[in-house]
């Protein structure tokens, strides 16, 4: 079995300043953990991935994240946001499928000027 | 490299018809995932498909069923549309190797009246 909590409905942050959108996450395997975008009105993008390498993460667009066992985290950081940021952020844990993903309920990022 | 596409974009129905919809793979994946995304929800798995055969689901009634064809394109089938159906299909292409993270198509609209 898997699930995974985003910790966070809504996030408002200034434009420059950090980002972070937290992810916990529970699964009966090895997880790997994805980090995806959607952008109003258009489809889901990928962040980054987790699939059992190095746990610090980098991905697009400056977004990183942290895979901890052991407090079975995911966090999205990005040091500066951008206006561009504004969007919904999902994360997803998989087991050795990835086909078979479970979504959290997402984030929805608010960027202010 | 072509990515992932469906079709149609929109599309209305009313309560008890039946809908098709379809999706081509992107160039290389072998395996295809459907998800449902109500409005203001995370996507929820439906099922997947590997060289033409189911190859699990989640939980989703029988009415939703599936097709994946020699070229890698699948269909998602709805019977008896109740209104709770009305949400953005996801489809979700990706190749060989379980943790292979999932490309995503735009996704079609129902709208069950």
């Known amino acids: 079995a898997q699930s995974v909590t985003q910790l966070d409905s809504h996030v408002s942050v200034s434009e420059g300043t950090p980002v972070l959108l937290r992810c916990n996450y529970s699964?009966?395997?090895?997880?790997?953990l994805f980090w995806y975008v959607q952008h109003p009105n258009k489809g889901l993008q990928l962040l980054l991935k987790?699939?059992?390498?190095?746990?610090l993460v980098k991905g697009i667009n400056g977004f990183e994240a942290e895979f901890k066992k052991s407090e079975t985290s995911f966090h999205l950081t990005k040091p500066s946001a951008h206006m561009s940021d504004a969007a919904e952020y999902f994360c997803v844990v998989s087991g050795l499928n990835a086909g078979k993903s479970t979504f959290g309920d997402g984030t929805t990022l608010t960027v202010k000027p | 490299e072509t990515g992932v596409t469906q079709s149609p974009t929109h599309l209305i129905k009313t309560r008890g018809q039946q809908v098709t919809l379809r999706c081509s793979s992107q160039?290389?994946?072998?395996?295809v995932s459907w998800y449902q995304q109500a409005l203001g929800q995370g996507p929820q798995f439906i099922f997947q498909y590997y060289r033409e055969e189911e190859n699990g689901r989640g939980n989703f009634p029988p009415r939703f069923s599936g097709l994946q064809f020699p070229n890698y394109s699948s269909e998602l089938n709805v019977n008896a549309l109740e209104l709770d159906d009305s949400a953005l299909y996801l489809c979700?292409?990706?190749?060989?190797?379980?943790?292979?993270?999932?490309?995503f198509g735009p996704g079609t609209r129902l709208t069950v009246l």
């Open positions: 699964s009966s395997y090895s997880p790997s």
């Open positions: 979700a292409s990706r190749g060989a190797g379980g943790r292979n993270e999932q490309f």
């Open positions: 987790y699939t059992s390498a190095a746990t």
């Open positions: 160039s290389g994946h072998n395996t």
